[in-house]
């Protein structure tokens, strides 16, 4: 695959967690985001990241997630802050090359996902 998350796992609720995506050239990308899916429900965005480093959340976010890229390890991270259980999800990283794909939050490359549990 060419995106590949690592990082996740089982964690108390109220700790920390730093998922990363190696992502190779597609560190480079137009634009890279992180999705989660929780069991039974919608894959949604989590955050999204352009290449010239203008980030955006989720507005149920709340200042507890932070996106960025490293480009000397070709790497995306999301870090999360003061987990609580409603973050156990499996945590996906994406990425376009395409110009008008990330205008639209359209993402054409994925990962397989990493899964984080969140125990109360």
């Known amino acids: 695959a060419p995106l590949v998350e690592s990082g996740g796992g089982p964690v108390q609720a109220g700790g920390s967690l730093k998922l990363s995506c190696a992502a190779g050239e597609l560190v480079y990308s137009n634009c890279m985001a992180w999705f989660r899916q929780a069991p039974g429900k919608e894959r949604e965005a989590v955050a999204h990241?352009?290449?010239?480093?203008?980030?955006s959340y989720a507005d149920w976010v709340k200042g507890r997630f932070t996106i960025s890229r490293e480009l000397a390890k070709r790497s995306l991270y999301l870090e999360i802050d003061r987990v609580i259980p409603e973050d156990t999800a499996t945590y996906y990283c994406?990425?376009?090359?395409?110009?008008?794909?990330?205008?639209?939050?359209?993402?054409?490359?994925w990962g397989r996902g990493t899964q984080v549990t969140v125990s109360a």
């Open positions: 994406a990425a376009s090359t395409d110009h008008d794909d990330c205008k639209n939050r359209r993402y054409r490359i």
């Open positions: 990241r352009q290449s010239y480093g203008s980030t």
